[in-house]
C-alpha cells in the first residue's frame, strides 16, 4: 500500500513523472503515461517534496536530506543516480520530519514538535537549469 505520493508539475503531461512512499517506507519513482517500472530510489524515507520550479526531488531519509538534482536518470541509468543525488546530515530533524516546501535552493522541513528547520541544498543545479529555460546556455 501507497502512504504518500507527489506528481511532478513541471513537464508536459505525457512527461510527468509520479514519486511515492510504500508502507515500508521506500522512496519510488514512475512514469504517469509510459510502462516504465516503479524504481526504487530510496530507503527508510520520512518525507518527500518536488521542488516547485524545475524537476528536483526531495527526499528525507535515514536523517539525511537527499536531494536528487536529475530524478529522472534512473529510467536510463540506476546506476547514475548516485551522481546526480546531494546527501546532507542533518541532525536536529529528529523523527518523522515532513518536508513542507522546496523552492529555490531552500528546502524547508517541519519537525514532529511543530518546529521548522530550514536547509540548504546546493544552489548551482537551479541556476544552471534556469539558464537553460531561459536560452543563455
Known amino acids: 500500500?501507497?502512504?504518500?505520493?507527489?506528481?511532478n508539475q513541471l513537464e508536459a503531461p505525457l512527461e510527468r513523472k509520479l514519486a511515492f512512499l510504500d508502507?515500508?517506507?521506500?522512496?519510488y519513482l514512475t512514469t504517469v503515461h509510459k510502462t516504465e517500472k516503479n524504481v526504487k530510489i530510496t530507503t527508510i524515507c520520512d518525507s518527500f517534496s518536488w521542488h516547485d520550479?524545475?524537476?528536483i526531488l526531495v527526499a528525507v531519509a535515514d536523517s539525511k536530506i537527499n536531494t536528487f538534482f536529475y530524478p529522472n536518470v534512473v529510467f536510463?541509468?540506476?546506476?547514475?543516480?548516485?551522481?546526480?543525488t546531494a546527501v546532507k546530515e542533518v541532525a536536529e530533524l529528529g523523527r518523522l520530519p515532513q518536508?513542507?516546501?522546496y523552492s529555490e535552493s531552500q528546502i524547508t522541513i517541519r519537525r514532529r514538535d511543530g518546529g521548522v528547520v530550514?536547509?540548504?541544498?546546493s544552489p548551482y543545479p537551479t541556476i544552471l537549469l534556469d539558464f537553460c529555460e531561459k536560452g543563455k546556455w
Open 53 to 55: 520550479k524545475f524537476d
Open 118 to 121: 530550514t536547509a540548504a541544498s
Open 76 to 84: 536510463i541509468d540506476p546506476d547514475l543516480l548516485a551522481l546526480t
Open 99 to 101: 518536508v513542507v516546501h
Open 23 to 27: 508502507v515500508n517506507r521506500d522512496l
Open 1 to 7: 500500500p501507497i502512504i504518500e505520493i507527489h506528481l
